[in-house]
């Protein structure tokens, strides 16, 4: 979606970290969130944060919210096969649950 | 634990059919959603139902009519396929609020 930017892809090697980038418009927004996509599936949400969280940590993944700068980041430690898939961050611009989804980042993890 | 069921999972159509997508959901949720899915355009809505017997537009409604069968059920219909309608449809559905979306599988939809 417009609102959201995302990069297109990230290549890393299993065992390093990834580090997923997103920029969104709305300061609205009272939930961000993170949702992975394998190959022929459908969304499946990985986390989700708060807006008045700068960080939320949940086993191997990070995500920061600087809500000044309207970017989030999705941080995976010890990345492995796996996670290799397209990653979305989405939000709710405005009242109720519709959500504006980014572009998505596909991640391939290199053995 | 089926959550949220669409079929067909395939479909090629040509130019001027009609196709409805089926979407059901065994989680009890209020809200439904339709989507469709184009190459580095992330989700873009289509039409949602935030309740039973309530239907709105979203981001990318022309084309495309929906139906909300009951609770459960939440129905996508194509009267005339046009190969600008070539995507991934998604299906969702949620508590309403700020509770996360859960979606099915996806309907490969192909119009020649």
């Known amino acids: 979606g417009e609102d959201v930017e995302q990069s297109l892809f990230l290549s890393v090697r299993e065992g390093d970290s990834s580090v997923i980038n997103c920029t969104y418009t709305?300061?609205?927004?009272?939930?961000l969130y993170w949702y992975k996509q394998e190959p022929g599936a459908g969304l499946q949400l990985l986390t989700y944060?708060?807006?008045?969280?700068d960080m939320k940590q949940d086993q191997r993944l990070t995500v920061l919210l600087n809500k000044k700068d309207k970017h989030l980041s999705l941080r995976i430690a010890d990345t492995q096969t796996g996670d290799s898939a397209i990653y979305f961050c989405a939000y709710p611009p405005g009242a109720g649950n519709m959500l504006t989804f980014g572009g998505g980042t596909r991640l391939m993890v290199k053995p | 634990n089926a959550g949220v069921t669409q079929t067909p999972k395939f479909q090629v159509l040509k130019t001027g059919q009609s196709m409805t997508l089926q979407c059901a959901q065994d989680m009890n949720h209020n809200s439904m959603y339709w989507y469709r899915q184009d190459p580095g355009m992330g989700l873009r809505l289509i039409y949602y139902s935030a309740s039973e017997g309530t239907t709105d537009k979203g981001e990318v409604p022309n084309g495309y009519n929906v139906s909300r069968l009951n609770k459960r059920e939440f129905s996508l219909r194509l009267e005339s396929a046009a190969p600008s309608q070539t995507s991934v449809y998604f299906c969702a559905s949620s508590d309403g609020g700020y509770q996360p979306q859960h979606f099915g599988d996806g309907t490969r939809l192909s119009i020649l």
């Open positions: 709305d300061s609205s927004s009272t939930y």
């Open positions: 944060i708060f807006s008045n969280m």
